[in-house]
């Protein structure tokens, strides 16, 4: 009878049951898929800033005896993150909100395979990373611990150069996992983080990491030749007075020579360049160039970076340098104006810190005090030496955000051409370096070619007070392309001495020929230089003026499929210029910052 009557409970009350039941179970799926996994991941990614500062410690300060451990502690974590991240999977299948839990599974799995990554390669180093220290200026201790670490720098780079290549499809599939999350999803900040522009760094760290993973892997394979463990080097650090303009950059100002051995780093030499051109007795018999533009029949070290393409320029250096030292070896030459030095110290210490607008005095003053060797200028003569000292101790301090963020500025002035490079011997150095505009070198390749170099001969006028417009207008005549050339130079100067005198050097593609010109003093020439034919004229522009230099010139067809390409190329060290380009169909307007290839139809 008992049975019965609940059986016809049972039966009057099951859709009662059913929704009881029924909520049961949603309140169970949902602690379990929903409230359990976001506790989870709440409280372990609460740990990983300490856990992560704890391992940016032990990199720092060398100490690497419990590295793994501190590693395989962060791994916990973010094993358990990756864990409550498969219980949410289900709601990835939702319209709407699905995006984000797939996002979440990504992140925890990529962070998880890089983790794994980080171990294996340290334990393949470990063995031999006790032998390397690195700190400050350089690898310190005495000449065993020193003949220590270079061996021990030649072993992590022979070992990394072998274990790298097995690790570019796991780095290939977590870039691909990364490039499915759009950051535009989320919010730019939530509780002070900078949510979107974090993973956008992170997505874009992600993705220079596997398209340079080639180069990369170079780089640690020759990093032992470059950092002196195999024989000293020394590399020749010039800066130019890009006020003055020059082909290559500048008149050359001051120089530092860095002594690099086993990755241990010293100033030899530092001075201004001008008074080591007049201690120098030998002679160099000047370009033809040179001898036109300055009237001199000898080749100076200041007056070295005569050309566009930086391989001549730096060979150029190289010569007067040997000659003026008595054969002081250098292996590299690395170029740099003071629009680079101004940027890495806004970067450094704050746009308008004290210290920034300081050392903008300085360079000022320094520009003006080069050649002279009275009282008052003694303190300019180590200017190089005391520069470069403050700013690599300053960057040793530093944050590493803050030195990603130097790097970027770094990466932008050489794309901008204020500071390029130039190594003798190795190769494939230079070729990385070619391949992330650090080279100088001429780009080659189809399509029309365009580079406008400037040569200031007046030193009372900064190249900074002429303003530069281009306008490039462009035809097919009979299968011909027929550019007319307008250069427009404005001198805002308000020194009445300040004629602007310039040597203006279009380069423009091979066999290209003039068909008429306006605006130079002189007669305008032509010729062939660094693989391009060039027209070259004169103009001298007084201060509160204006001057327009006019070139019509012809070259075989530069289109197909009715497209017109033009490169043009940025002068080392030169300022910006507006240009304009127009075709019959198309027209483009752009400030030259850096190199650029644009296309038009025609």
């Known amino acids: 009878m008992y049975v019965s009557d609940i059986k016809k409970w049972i039966g009057l009350h099951i859709n009662r049951i059913l929704i009881v039941f029924g909520a049961f179970l949603l309140i169970i799926g949902f602690f379990y898929y929903v409230v359990s996994p976001l506790n989870i991941i709440y409280r372990h990614t609460k740990l990983l800033p300490n856990k992560i500062?704890?391992?940016?410690?032990?990199?720092?300060?060398q100490d690497f005896e419990f590295l793994s451990f501190e590693i395989d502690y962060l791994k916990e974590d973010l094993i358990a993150i990756d864990k409550a991240a498969d219980r949410m999977q289900p709601f990835s299948y939702l319209p709407f909100i699905g995006d984000y839990f797939r996002d979440l599974k990504n992140i925890s799995s990529s962070s998880i395979e890089m983790v794994d990554i980080s171990v294996q390669l340290f334990s393949s180093i470990e063995s031999v990373i006790p032998n390397f220290r690195f700190k400050g200026w350089g690898i310190v201790g005495d000449s065993s611990s020193e003949a220590s670490s270079e061996a021990a720098l030649t072993q992590i780079s022979a070992v990394l150069t072998k274990e790298l290549p097995n690790y570019k499809r796991r780095l290939f599939s977590i870039s691909k996992k990364l490039e499915e999350i759009d950051s535009q999803r989320y919010p730019r900040t939530f509780k002070g983080i900078n949510v979107r522009a974090g993973l956008d760094e992170v997505k874009g760290l992600s993705s220079v990491i596997i398209n340079s993973f080639g180069d990369i892997t170079t780089l640690i394979e020759i990093l032992p030749d470059l950092s002196g463990a195999n024989s000293p080097k020394n590399y020749l650090i010039v800066l130019e007075n890009n006020n003055q303009i020059r082909p290559g950059g500048g008149i050359l100002s001051a120089y530092a020579v860095f002594n690099v051995r086993g990755g241990k780093v010293k100033i030899s030499k530092s001075g201004d360049v001008v008074l080591l051109d007049s201690q120098s007795g030998n002679i160099i018999t000047a370009p033809d160039s040179v001898k036109k533009y300055l009237n001199i029949n000898n080749l100076y070290l200041k007056d070295a970076a005569y050309s566009p393409d930086l391989s001549v320029s730096a060979t150029a250096i190289k010569n007067a340098w040997l000659n003026e030292t008595e054969n002081y070896p250098i292996d590299g030459v690395i170029v740099l104006d003071n629009h680079f030095i101004l940027s890495l110290f806004r970067e450094l210490e704050g746009e308008n810190s004290e210290k920034t607008l300081d050392m903008t005095n300085k360079l000022n003053s320094f520009s003006l005090s080069v050649g002279k060797s009275d009282e008052l200028n003694k303190e300019s003569k180590g200017f190089m030496a005391t520069l470069f000292y403050s700013m690599i101790q300053k960057t040793f301090s530093t944050s590493m955000q803050k030195r990603a963020d130097l790097l970027k500025t770094i990466f932008d002035e050489a794309s901008q051409k204020h500071i390029s490079a130039y190594f003798f011997a190795n190769t494939k150095f230079q070729?990385?370096?070619n391949s992330y505009n650090f080279g100088g070198e001429i780009k080659n390749g189809t399509g029309d070619y365009l580079l406008i170099s400037n040569f200031n001969i007046n030193s009372d006028v900064s190249n900074n007070d002429i303003k530069k417009e281009v306008r490039k207008e462009v035809l097919i005549q009979d299968g011909k392309t027929i550019s007319t050339l307008s250069l427009t130079f404005t001198n805002s100067s308000n020194n009445s001495q300040g004629a602007y005198k310039n040597f203006v050097r279009v380069y423009v593609p091979k066999g290209s020929r003039l068909i008429s010109t306006d605006g130079s003093i002189q007669n305008v020439v032509s010729g062939e230089d660094i693989g391009k034919s060039f027209f070259e004229g004169y103009l001298e522009i007084p201060a509160g003026t204006q001057a327009v230099f006019t070139l019509k010139y012809e070259v075989s067809n530069l289109f197909s499929?009715?497209?017109?390409?033009?490169?043009?190329?940025?002068?080392l060290g030169g300022d910006s210029m507006n240009f304009a380009v127009n075709t019959p169909k198309a027209n483009t307007r752009f400030?030259?910052?850096?190199?650029i290839e644009i296309q038009l139809d025609i």
């Open 53 to 61: 500062r704890d391992i940016k410690t032990s990199v720092a300060a």
């Open 431 to 433: 070729s990385i370096l």
């Open 561 to 571: 499929d009715g497209i017109y390409k033009l490169t043009v190329q940025k002068q």
């Open 591 to 595: 400030e030259l910052l850096k190199d």
